[in-house]
């Protein structure tokens, strides 16, 4: 089975920095895409940045020009770099990727435990 593992969640001060990690390990064919999800208490889960496996990115509008997404195929890891971290961004934040498990299967999307990320002085 494909398993999510995130790291590098933790708590920083507004304007600080912070670098999450998610690597995709198990029966993996081919990753279509991965991306980031957040969900900070009482509010909708949403997407924060995604990027395909031709590196083509997307990003929500409120996180644009501080949020950088990138992924390295040869180790089926997405990274999210995050600058100018304000308290609005607190939030779990949960790596999802849509993976082939075998050559003629339909990419499924699998989700990560989520790592918490602290914006507070």
């Known amino acids: 089975q494909v398993q999510l593992v995130e790291s590098g969640g933790g708590l920083v001060q507004p304007g600080g920095s912070l670098r999450l990690s998610c690597a995709a390990s198990?029966?993996?064919?081919?990753?279509?895409?991965m991306g980031w999800y957040r969900q900070a208490p009482g509010k909708q889960r949403e997407l924060v940045a995604s990027?395909?496996?031709?590196?083509?990115?997307n990003y929500a509008d409120s996180v644009k020009g501080r949020f950088t997404v990138s992924i390295d195929n040869t180790k089926n890891t997405v990274y999210l770099q995050m600058n100018s971290l304000a308290p609005e961004d607190t939030a779990v934040y949960y790596c999802?990727?849509?993976?082939?498990?075998?050559?003629?299967?339909?990419?499924?999307?699998?989700w990560g435990k989520g790592t918490l990320v602290t914006v507070s002085s």
């Open positions: 999802n990727a849509n993976i082939v498990v075998s050559l003629g299967y339909k990419g499924v999307n699998y």
């Open positions: 990027i395909t496996n031709d590196h083509i990115t």
């Open positions: 198990g029966r993996i064919f081919s990753i279509y895409a």
